[in-house]
């Protein structure tokens, strides 16, 4: 019983990201020691990312079986199937179906417990599950049931408000479109875009919103460098005088030298009639940065460790794919987003860009650990990342 209640009080400590799951913490009863009320995408949650994580202290011999049950129905439901790993599931999910019936008691196992070995050829079939389960039109009905009137008649009233939903939806494409309707209706992770019309480099025409609630902020000289230098590295147009500059002074030159030898030669008299004005502009840096606590980009929505401490979900992980300084480009760099940053650079148009300020953690093994048989990564978060490089662009 001790053991349940330690899993129900882990449960309800946790933080999903906004919209990935219902608040588990609801679902715990810790005197009790069960999960309760969980619908069923909580339960796919539940199983495929928690339940490893949550076992993982049991013996080897009894975690490992539950740990691959668990990655086969996450790479069944996944968005993306190939054949070739169809058919080795196929193969695999007996052997994990043998192996659970060694630690698991015979009254477990029933039909239910046999059909996951029909699970596969069903995707050989149909494709991938997003396209045929019941999630959204067991929500569509559940939306209909909040509009019922008369509880009498309640399958009645259902009719009647999908019907409504239709006219409605019917009509609205008959509407100009600036009437707001909720066909055109913008979800609330929205972002939005930058006038096409106004041409700038292309750094500058990313997408995104940030909170309305921003705060002046004096970045310190050390931070100053390290942003500005994140954005020219990252403006393709400022490439090709990367590469030259590499050639000529190599790799270790590019963050103490590279900013101040950037702004001589575009302002060089002898070099100055072949450069546009947006390449003069961004020389010298931010004139200005705000700080926000929230920004949504790409229909995700990301907030600072701070403001996401007090919510019940946590938009404050960051994961990005770099370098080690040592020509390996594919190292995972795991973080906590620190800080929101919305640089400003003079000239016109008005050129804006934003960083987020991360806390990165330590990408070896001695930080990250990465169980790649399972598909589970573990971080460290006592052990940081020693080099100073903070910044990532929204």
Same mark, same amino acid.
């Given at each position: 019983?001790?053991?349940?209640?330690?899993?129900?009080?882990?449960?309800?400590?946790?933080?999903?990201?906004?919209?990935?799951?219902?608040?588990?913490?609801?679902?715990?009863?810790?005197?009790?020691?069960?999960?309760?009320?969980?619908?069923?995408?909580?339960?796919?949650?539940?199983?495929?990312?928690?339940?490893?994580?949550?076992?993982?202290?049991?013996?080897?011999?009894?975690? @490992?079986?539950?740990?691959?049950?668990? *990655?086969?129905? #996450?790479?069944?439901? !996944?968005?993306? $199937?190939? +054949?070739?790993?169809?058919?080795?599931?196929?193969?695999?999910?007996?052997?994990?179906?043998?192996?659970?019936?060694?630690?698991?008691?015979?009254?477990?196992?029933?039909?239910?417990?046999?059909?996951?070995?029909?699970?596969?050829?069903?995707?050989?079939?149909?494709?991938?599950?997003?396209?045929?389960?019941?999630?959204?039109?067991?929500?569509?009905?559940?939306?209909?049931?909040?509009?019922?009137?008369?509880?009498?008649?309640?399958?009645?009233?259902?009719?009647?408000?999908?019907?409504?939903?239709?006219?409605?939806?019917?009509?609205?494409?008959?509407?100009?479109?600036?009437?707001?309707?909720?066909?055109?209706?913008?979800?609330?992770?929205?972002?939005?875009?930058?006038?096409?019309?106004?041409?700038?480099?292309?750094?500058?025409?990313?997408?995104?919103?940030?909170? @309305?609630?921003?705060?002046?902020?004096? *970045?310190?000289? #050390?931070?100053?460098? !390290?942003?500005? $230098?994140? +954005?020219?590295?990252?403006?393709?147009?400022?490439?090709?005088?990367?590469?030259?500059?590499?050639?000529?002074?190599?790799?270790?030159?590019?963050?103490?030298?590279?900013?101040?030898?950037?702004?001589?030669?575009?302002?060089?008299?002898?070099?100055?009639?072949?450069?546009?004005?947006?390449?003069?502009?961004?020389?010298?840096?931010?004139?200005?940065?705000?700080?926000?606590?929230?920004?949504?980009?790409?229909?995700?929505?990301?907030?600072?460790?701070?403001?996401?401490?007090?919510?019940?979900?946590?938009?404050?992980?960051?994961?990005?794919?770099?370098?080690?300084?040592?020509?390996?480009?594919?190292?995972?760099?795991?973080?906590?987003?620190?800080?929101?940053?919305?640089?400003?650079?003079?000239?016109?148009?008005?050129?804006?860009?934003?960083?987020?300020?991360?806390?990165?953690?330590?990408?070896?093994?001695?930080?990250?650990?990465?169980?790649?048989?399972?598909?589970?990564?573990? +971080?460290?978060?006592?052990?940081?990342?020693?080099?100073?490089?903070?910044?990532?662009?929204?």
């Amino acid at each position: 019983m001790e053991q349940k209640r330690k899993i129900c009080e882990w449960v309800k400590s946790l933080k999903m990201p906004d919209g990935y799951a219902s608040n588990l913490g609801k679902r715990a009863d810790i005197e009790r020691g069960i999960l309760h009320g969980m619908k069923s995408h909580d339960c796919h949650v539940f199983m495929e990312q928690l339940l490893p994580i949550a076992f993982c202290g049991l013996p080897e011999n009894i975690w @490992k079986p539950m740990a691959e049950i668990n *990655l086969f129905f #996450k790479d069944l439901c !996944s968005s993306t $199937l190939r +054949v070739e790993n169809l058919v080795w599931m196929a193969k695999n999910i007996v052997v994990i179906t043998n192996k659970l019936e060694k630690i698991l008691p015979p009254g477990f196992f029933d039909v239910m417990e046999h059909l996951p070995i029909h699970l596969v050829h069903e995707a050989l079939l149909g494709g991938p599950v997003q396209y045929r389960w019941m999630y959204p039109f067991e929500r569509s009905i559940g939306k209909s049931k909040m509009g019922i009137k008369n509880k009498h008649r309640v399958e009645g009233c259902m009719v009647q408000v999908y019907l409504a939903k239709e006219r409605s939806h019917f009509c609205s494409y008959y509407f100009d479109d600036h009437v707001s309707c909720l066909r055109n209706r913008p979800n609330r992770h929205d972002d939005t875009g930058n006038d096409p019309a106004v041409q700038s480099l292309s750094i500058f025409n990313q997408l995104g919103k940030g909170s @309305k609630k921003r705060t002046l902020r004096k *970045l310190t000289e #050390k931070e100053k460098k !390290s942003a500005e $230098l994140h +954005v020219l590295l990252n403006c393709p147009e400022v490439q090709s005088f990367l590469d030259y500059f590499v050639s000529q002074y190599g790799h270790d030159q590019v963050f103490p030298s590279f900013i101040t030898w950037y702004t001589n030669w575009v302002y060089n008299s002898k070099n100055a009639a072949t450069f546009d004005q947006f390449f003069k502009d961004i020389s010298w840096g931010p004139i200005t940065v705000h700080t926000m606590h929230q920004y949504n980009v790409n229909g995700f929505k990301f907030a600072t460790e701070k403001y996401s401490k007090n919510k019940k979900t946590n938009n404050s992980g960051v994961w990005v794919k770099g370098d080690d300084g040592n020509q390996n480009e594919n190292v995972d760099y795991f973080g906590v987003l620190h800080e929101i940053l919305e640089l400003e650079y003079s000239g016109w148009p008005i050129k804006r860009i934003v960083l987020f300020q991360c806390k990165w953690f330590d990408p070896t093994s001695r930080g990250t650990r990465e169980f790649k048989q399972h598909n589970i990564i573990e +971080v460290k978060h006592t052990r940081k990342y020693e080099a100073y490089d903070p910044f990532i662009i929204a």
